[in-house]
């Protein structure tokens, strides 16, 4: 299949084009068109022009175009899916590629429901008040390899939902997902030309998006470090940002919790997606009286779970997705490896050209390893000692991320009491990772500015403007 870049509802070849690579093989997997920067400027200028048409919709039409999306997602679910496998890794079993494309669909037509109305503040015979939201204009999605087609969706249908216009910038290890759906929703004459664009390119692109002057605010999810460069560059302008940033998320272990029935709930907290998620729980802490159980009962599950290609039908997890992330989980299991950690299970590099890593339980992990402070993305849980509770959660608290956390106990309403001391922007008790989109989600601390999902992520999208009128 051919790609192209999408601008102003027509096809764009670009000069370039760049390799993307099946994780699971290490193989070329197709030619990416390579966007540039006059790409992006004539992306941002379509969207300009198409905004003003857009906003002014009547907002049964929006929702409607949102209803068509969601209906054509569905209906191409396993042409989607079979493209995240290839490119991404996510196997075709379990919580994988098809439940990416399943929670598109059910993210858009969630989203399809709401709205914000206007409020009226104050209504007397003297005066009347009202607060409108007013969609903010050019938005800038620009999205992670993790999660590259249902990321784009929680950035894009609420932009579209409000009224507002959007340049997408994917990814370049896992694009293909993307141009081909907004290759679909282009042919299929759902939008008005120039609503929706989606421009690949480098880090010049993305620097771009960050000072464009006719950007009105950019949706980014990624690193810490990436973030920060958004923001930075995107204060010229005054952009709004809604920044999901890296977590290192912490889960607390009561003491005298019986894990064995809590075994599967920790298990896809953990390792869904190999462990590349942003709310996986990647640092877990057992009290010393059930530190030996709990680390038995992790290996012992996690050796009964299939990790290879995606592609063959009883795989459970795949492969990480880039080079980049593989050789950073060897690093980190070795750095553990090397300062006295006990590796449970896994923490070999296998042989071959993919990416595929197996699951992995560290033993005696503590906060001098770079598994345990630094966030690892990957297939690899570090189980980390504690004997007294305030300690724990101390410790849990110590990093400068915050973006979920959990405690797991016998007694939901005693774990909770804990859950609620910890710092995060979701606290889950006997349980991690689970979103809804009815329910907010956003991190704290370095863990990004703003909130999605549900009115509050809508509300991201649009500015507050008062009407007041003298009677």
């Known amino acids: 299949m051919t790609y192209s870049l999408i601008i102003d509802g027509k096809a764009v070849d670009a000069r370039e084009s760049f390799d993307v690579i099946n994780p699971a093989t290490g193989e070329v997997l197709a030619a990416c068109p390579q966007g540039s920067v006059a790409d992006l400027d004539n992306a941002v200028a379509a969207a300009k022009r198409a905004f003003p048409g857009w906003a002014a919709k009547p907002d049964a039409e929006r929702q409607e175009a949102l209803g068509k999306i969601a209906d054509l997602i569905e209906a191409h679910q396993a042409e989607l899916a079979a493209l995240i496998t290839a490119e991404q890794g996510k196997p075709q079993a379990g919580p994988g590629a098809p439940f990416e494309v399943g929670g598109c669909v059910a993210w858009t037509r969630v989203t399809q429901g709401l709205s914000v109305e206007p409020e009226v503040l104050i209504d007397t015979d003297e005066e009347r008040v009202e607060l409108i939201r007013e969609p903010v204009g050019v938005v800038a999605s620009i999205t992670p390899w993790n999660w590259?087609?249902?990321?784009?969706?929680?950035?894009?249908?609420?932009?579209?939902?409000?009224?507002?216009?959007?340049?997408?910038?994917?990814?370049?290890?896992?694009?293909?997902?993307?141009?081909?759906?907004?290759?679909?929703?282009?042919?299929?004459?759902?939008?008005?030309?120039?609503?929706?664009?989606?421009?690949?390119?480098?880090?010049?692109?993305?620097?771009?998006?960050?000072?464009?002057?006719?950007?009105?605010?950019?949706?980014?999810?990624?690193?810490?470090?990436?973030?920060?460069?958004?923001?930075?560059?995107?204060?010229?302008?005054?952009?709004?940002?809604?920044?999901?940033?890296?977590?290192?998320?912490?889960?607390?272990?009561?003491?005298?919790?019986?894990?064995?029935?809590?075994?599967?709930?920790?298990f896809w907290g953990s390792f869904i997606n190999a462990g590349q998620t942003c709310s996986c729980l990647k640092r877990l802490y057992v009290h010393d009286d059930d530190y030996d159980a709990v680390c038995e009962g992790l290996a012992n599950f996690v050796g009964g779970i299939k990790v290879g290609n995606g592609a063959e039908p009883d795989t459970l997890i795949g492969p990480l997705s880039n080079k980049m992330q593989f050789d950073k989980i060897v690093e980190?299991?070795?750095?553990?490896?090397?300062?006295?950690?006990?590796?449970?299970?896994?923490?070999?590099?296998?042989?071959?050209?993919?990416?595929?890593?197996?699951?992995?339980?560290?033993?005696?992990?503590?906060?001098?390893?770079?598994?345990?402070?630094?966030?690892?993305?990957?297939?690899?849980?570090?189980?980390?000692?504690?004997?007294?509770?305030?300690?724990?959660?101390?410790?849990?608290?110590?990093?400068?991320?915050?973006?979920?956390?959990?405690?797991?106990?016998?007694?939901?309403?005693?774990?909770?009491?804990?859950?609620?001391?910890?710092?995060?922007?979701?606290?889950?008790?006997?349980?991690?990772?689970?979103?809804?989109?009815?329910?907010?989600?956003?991190?704290?601390?370095?863990?990004?500015?703003?909130?999605?999902?549900g009115e509050e992520g809508l509300r991201e999208y649009t500015t507050v403007q008062i009407l007041s009128i003298a009677k």
């Open 148 to 266: 590259p087609l249902m990321i784009a969706v929680w950035h894009v249908m609420p932009a579209l939902r409000a009224g507002c216009t959007v340049v997408m910038k994917p990814s370049p290890y896992t694009p293909l997902s993307t141009l081909r759906l907004v290759q679909m929703i282009t042919e299929a004459g759902i939008l008005p030309a120039g609503v929706l664009n989606v421009v690949t390119g480098d880090a010049e692109v993305g620097d771009r998006i960050s000072g464009h002057p006719d950007i009105d605010k950019i949706a980014f999810t990624g690193s810490i470090a990436t973030g920060r460069r958004i923001m930075e560059r995107a204060g010229s302008t005054l952009k709004r940002l809604t920044l999901e940033l890296g977590g290192n998320d912490a889960g607390i272990v009561l003491p005298g919790t019986d894990m064995s029935k809590r075994m599967e709930d920790l």
């Open 332 to 453: 980190l299991v070795e750095d553990a490896r090397t300062k006295g950690a006990r590796i449970l299970t896994g923490g070999e590099k296998p042989n071959g050209k993919g990416y595929i890593y197996p699951l992995t339980i560290i033993a005696d992990a503590t906060e001098e390893m770079r598994v345990v402070n630094e966030e690892q993305f990957g297939p690899v849980l570090p189980v980390i000692r504690y004997g007294d509770l305030d300690d724990a959660i101390a410790r849990a608290n110590a990093l400068e991320v915050g973006l979920g956390a959990s405690a797991w106990g016998n007694d939901p309403e005693e774990a909770a009491k804990v859950a609620r001391k910890l710092v995060a922007g979701t606290r889950w008790v006997n349980r991690h990772g689970v979103l809804n989109p009815t329910v907010p989600m956003g991190g704290v601390k370095q863990s990004g500015i703003g909130v999605e999902f």
